[in-house]
């Protein structure tokens, strides 16, 4: 059974690059765990972080997939699940430390339920494959009340040092405790401008696992276009990815 | 029904002059099946067979015409065996079932449903292998089928021979299918455009079906697949006799539809 791991939270508190410090490190810590990084935030800035080419998406393939079975071809449910699991491939990229899959962003203005709905399925589906399924979560709480992170096994509410950061994830916590068939949830704090505040940040109901520092290092590695592979061991957000991870003690 | 025969013979004609090696069905020699799907990824990977720029194609026929079938199941393979392949190489599976002939009393025109839920459940076998270290990606949409082959496999001697026989019993495992042949292909010396263009034609078969099936509205004079639609219409007349005639006596079919519909021979 895989272990889920989503993290979500406010927009611009560091999701991605948390996510990406997560399938690094599972990945070293592990080596021969089937890991998969899903990136599922419409922003699309998991595939920079992990240093992957992204040819087609979960978008693509839903659409193709429908537009084939409205002209009559192939329309019975296990004929579906089939284009899935055959056009799902032509999505994921594969790589030797892990595999990716970009939900990617509809094509003009409209409502993201359809594509939502299908990653649901496809989490549902391909996480028998893997050991681990990292997902990056679109900001805010649309995903999680839309049941298409109900299987996370382990949630990682992320907010930075702001009372709304910390206020979206009071709210997430709370939906996600109805909706969310989490085994653990835990918050992590990330961009701390100035630790001189940390004794003041409390989450009410969600422990704190990690309190990271506004990581220099990475903004650098970032604008240089490198990835999270080539951040050093011991810089700060890896140190508190580490210990975020680390906080779930054996379980993952 | 003969729906397929035609092109059941087209097929065998592209296969002309090319020597297969032959297996019997043996139920003994299936390959060791998982219970669930099973992902093979690049890194576990010895090759695969129809991706990238290999061709591909799935078709499946389905016959009640006996004399088309020899008395025993068999694999035929056409170029190399799974553990010759050394690398990225074209795929084609073809699978011809011969089912039973009697489709219950012929007078009930009904019984195009049961003649439909029979093809379904044969072609969504495919959907159902999970041949251990064999992983199919099948479109029904477009007619491919492709093959990740695990490096573990090979080490095991994995061959056609083992697949075929798991194909086959699954495919036995339906009361209503009589023979199974099934052919594996990997050379390049067969002509995969004409064999693409059958398997669309099969697709089309189905679709047909499927539309007079569910009784789907539809705009007869413009449908790309009415030649089909007014085939299968037709053999369910011939099959099921004449409604409106209040004769439903089974007609003799002196040439197959789909040869007079396209004009082949």
Redesign the interface.
């Given at each position: 059974m895989a272990k889920i791991i989503a993290l979500a939270g406010k927009g611009g508190v560091g999701k991605t690059t948390l996510c990406s410090a997560f399938v690094r490190i599972l990945g070293e810590k592990y080596p021969k765990a089937?890991i998969l990084a899903i990136d599922a935030d419409p922003a699309v800035g998991l595939s920079t972080a992990l240093g992957v080419t992204v040819n087609q998406t979960l978008d693509d393939i839903r659409r193709e997939?429908i537009d084939?079975?409205a002209s009559?071809?192939?329309k019975?449910a296990?004929?579906l699940?089939?284009?899935v699991?055959?056009?799902i491939?032509d999505a994921l990229v594969?790589t030797?430390k892990f595999?990716f899959l970009a939900i990617g962003r509809p094509e003009g203005a409209g409502c993201y339920c359809a594509v939502n709905a299908y990653l649901k399925e496809v989490i549902d589906m391909?996480s028998?494959?893997f050991d681990y399924v990292v997902i990056d979560g679109e900001a805010g709480i649309e995903q999680i009340n839309r049941r298409v992170m109900e299987k996370v096994t382990h949630l990682f509410l992320v907010t930075d040092a702001s009372r709304k950061g910390i206020k979206v994830v009071k709210t997430i916590r709370k939906v996600a405790d109805e909706l969310v068939m989490y085994e653990k949830c835990v918050a992590i704090v990330n961009r701390v401008e100035d630790m001189s505040i940390v004794p003041f940040i409390k989450i009410e109901g969600t422990d704190i696992a990690s309190i990271i520092e506004s990581d220099s290092e990475h903004a650098h590695n970032d604008i240089m276009g490198k990835t999270i592979f080539e951040l050093s061991e011991d810089a700060p957000v890896l140190a508190g990815a580490r210990k975020a991870l680390d906080s779930f003690g054996g379980c993952l | 029904m003969k729906i397929y025969d035609a092109q059941i013979e087209r097929v065998r004609e592209l296969f002309n002059g090319i020597i297969p090696k032959k297996y019997e069905y043996c139920k003994g020699k299936c390959r060791e099946e998982n219970t669930q799907y099973e992902m093979i990824f690049q890194s576990d990977m010895a090759y695969e067979l129809g991706a990238n720029k290999e061709r591909a194609v799935n078709l499946t026929c389905v016959s009640s015409n006996a004399q088309l079938f020899n008395d025993k199941d068999e694999i035929l393979v056409y170029g190399d065996d799974l553990c010759e392949i050394l690398d990225a190489s074209s795929y084609a599976r073809i699978t011809e079932v011969l089912v039973k002939d009697d489709l219950g009393d012929d007078s009930n025109p009904s019984n195009m449903d049961k003649l439909y839920k029979i093809i379904q459940d044969i072609d969504f076998v495919k959907y159902h292998m999970y041949t251990k270290g064999f992983m199919i990606r099948t479109s029904g949409q477009s007619c491919l089928e492709q093959v990740r082959v695990s490096k573990n496999a090979l080490k095991e001697k994995v061959s056609f021979e083992h697949i075929g026989n798991s194909f086959i019993k699954r495919y036995r495992d339906n009361p209503n299918v009589l023979h199974v042949r099934i052919i594996f292909v990997t050379t390049a010396n067969v002509d995969f455009d004409k064999l693409k263009k059958e398997a669309d034609t099969a697709i089309d078969i189905r679709r047909s079906l499927s539309m007079i099936h569910n009784g789907l509205p539809t705009e007869c004079g413009s449908c790309e697949i009415k030649d089909i639609c007014d085939e299968v219409e037709g053999l369910r007349e011939l099959h099921f006799g004449s409604k409106e005639n209040g004769d439903y006596s089974k007609k003799k079919i002196e040439k197959s539809p789909i040869t007079q519909a396209f004009g082949r021979t």
């Amino acid at each position: 059974m895989a272990k889920i791991i989503a993290l979500a939270g406010k927009g611009g508190v560091g999701k991605t690059t948390l996510c990406s410090a997560f399938v690094r490190i599972l990945g070293e810590k592990y080596p021969k765990a089937k890991i998969l990084a899903i990136d599922a935030d419409p922003a699309v800035g998991l595939s920079t972080a992990l240093g992957v080419t992204v040819n087609q998406t979960l978008d693509d393939i839903r659409r193709e997939i429908i537009d084939k079975a409205a002209s009559g071809a192939g329309k019975e449910a296990v004929e579906l699940l089939g284009e899935v699991r055959f056009r799902i491939f032509d999505a994921l990229v594969e790589t030797d430390k892990f595999a990716f899959l970009a939900i990617g962003r509809p094509e003009g203005a409209g409502c993201y339920c359809a594509v939502n709905a299908y990653l649901k399925e496809v989490i549902d589906m391909v996480s028998r494959d893997f050991d681990y399924v990292v997902i990056d979560g679109e900001a805010g709480i649309e995903q999680i009340n839309r049941r298409v992170m109900e299987k996370v096994t382990h949630l990682f509410l992320v907010t930075d040092a702001s009372r709304k950061g910390i206020k979206v994830v009071k709210t997430i916590r709370k939906v996600a405790d109805e909706l969310v068939m989490y085994e653990k949830c835990v918050a992590i704090v990330n961009r701390v401008e100035d630790m001189s505040i940390v004794p003041f940040i409390k989450i009410e109901g969600t422990d704190i696992a990690s309190i990271i520092e506004s990581d220099s290092e990475h903004a650098h590695n970032d604008i240089m276009g490198k990835t999270i592979f080539e951040l050093s061991e011991d810089a700060p957000v890896l140190a508190g990815a580490r210990k975020a991870l680390d906080s779930f003690g054996g379980c993952l | 029904m003969k729906i397929y025969d035609a092109q059941i013979e087209r097929v065998r004609e592209l296969f002309n002059g090319i020597i297969p090696k032959k297996y019997e069905y043996c139920k003994g020699k299936c390959r060791e099946e998982n219970t669930q799907y099973e992902m093979i990824f690049q890194s576990d990977m010895a090759y695969e067979l129809g991706a990238n720029k290999e061709r591909a194609v799935n078709l499946t026929c389905v016959s009640s015409n006996a004399q088309l079938f020899n008395d025993k199941d068999e694999i035929l393979v056409y170029g190399d065996d799974l553990c010759e392949i050394l690398d990225a190489s074209s795929y084609a599976r073809i699978t011809e079932v011969l089912v039973k002939d009697d489709l219950g009393d012929d007078s009930n025109p009904s019984n195009m449903d049961k003649l439909y839920k029979i093809i379904q459940d044969i072609d969504f076998v495919k959907y159902h292998m999970y041949t251990k270290g064999f992983m199919i990606r099948t479109s029904g949409q477009s007619c491919l089928e492709q093959v990740r082959v695990s490096k573990n496999a090979l080490k095991e001697k994995v061959s056609f021979e083992h697949i075929g026989n798991s194909f086959i019993k699954r495919y036995r495992d339906n009361p209503n299918v009589l023979h199974v042949r099934i052919i594996f292909v990997t050379t390049a010396n067969v002509d995969f455009d004409k064999l693409k263009k059958e398997a669309d034609t099969a697709i089309d078969i189905r679709r047909s079906l499927s539309m007079i099936h569910n009784g789907l509205p539809t705009e007869c004079g413009s449908c790309e697949i009415k030649d089909i639609c007014d085939e299968v219409e037709g053999l369910r007349e011939l099959h099921f006799g004449s409604k409106e005639n209040g004769d439903y006596s089974k007609k003799k079919i002196e040439k197959s539809p789909i040869t007079q519909a396209f004009g082949r021979t």
